[in-house]
């Protein structure tokens, strides 16, 4: 029998057709295939699914979902599974990362609502967990998508410095440290 993992996988997450132009196109080499062209050369990341997963965690981080549109003729999918995202790609110096496929997938079960004492007794089906799964990631890559998009109809540029998404992740420890602050059980120092 297969595992959550390797059920989940083996899927190919959705995503909604019109973040091509403005998100993929834009910071991807989707659809163009490897080449030695200077407009691809040029592009922050490499596959569609790179930038699928920086929207992921901007959903993720900011604990927000965004439905995907019912209408199924408005989404695509990158046409390559999870298990083989970030196996062998090495531009720019990059290693692969399926460690991070782990971290996608440890952060999908904590944050998707998994009844596991049912799945052990098989009261509902691995491939309902994996659905809601799947749900799950792209409710939160469509999330980080729209983010990206806003961000950038407010300033085209504002992901063309050099640190712009290092920025948009550590802004979400600057709030945390913010929100945890008020709840700070710490007693106060004497004076």
């Given at each position: 029998?297969e595992?959550?993992?390797?059920?989940?996988?083996?899927?190919?997450?959705?995503?909604?057709?019109?973040?091509?132009?403005?998100?993929?196109n834009?910071f991807?080499?989707?659809?163009?295939?490897?080449?030695?062209?200077?407009?691809?050369?040029?592009?922050?990341?490499?596959?569609?699914?790179?930038?699928?997963?920086?929207?992921?965690?901007?959903?993720l981080?900011?604990?927000?979902?965004?439905p995907?549109?019912?209408?199924?003729?408005?989404?695509?999918?990158?046409?390559q599974?999870?298990?083989?995202?970030?196996?062998?790609?090495?531009?720019?110096?990059?290693?692969?990362?399926?460690?991070?496929?782990?971290?996608?997938?440890?952060?999908?079960?904590?944050?998707?609502?998994?009844?596991?004492?049912?799945?052990?007794?098989?009261?509902?089906?691995?491939?309902?967990?994996?659905?809601?799964?799947?749900?799950?990631?792209?409710?939160?890559?469509n999330?980080?998508?729209?983010?990206?998009q806003?961000?950038?109809?407010?300033?085209?540029?504002?992901?063309?410095?050099?640190?712009?998404?290092?920025?948009?992740?550590?802004?979400?420890?600057?709030?945390k440290?913010?929100?945890?602050?008020?709840d700070?059980?710490?007693?106060?120092?004497?004076?």
């Amino acid at each position: 029998m297969e595992s959550l993992f390797e059920l989940w996988a083996k899927r190919n997450p959705e995503w909604e057709k019109k973040y091509q132009d403005s998100i993929l196109n834009v910071f991807t080499d989707y659809s163009k295939g490897v080449n030695q062209y200077q407009e691809v050369r040029g592009k922050i990341y490499g596959a569609g699914y790179e930038i699928f997963i920086i929207a992921f965690f901007i959903g993720l981080y900011y604990n927000q979902t965004r439905p995907l549109v019912e209408d199924k003729a408005k989404r695509k999918t990158f046409g390559q599974p999870i298990i083989y995202w970030g196996n062998i790609e090495q531009r720019g110096g990059r290693r692969p990362y399926g460690q991070l496929r782990k971290y996608i997938f440890a952060a999908l079960i904590a944050r998707t609502d998994i009844d596991l004492i049912a799945l052990d007794k098989e009261d509902i089906t691995a491939r309902s967990v994996v659905d809601a799964m799947m749900d799950k990631m792209e409710q939160y890559a469509n999330f980080g998508f729209n983010f990206m998009q806003e961000k950038l109809e407010e300033d085209p540029n504002y992901f063309y410095k050099e640190t712009a998404f290092l920025r948009v992740f550590t802004s979400f420890l600057n709030n945390k440290k913010e929100d945890t602050s008020e709840d700070d059980d710490e007693p106060e120092k004497l004076k």
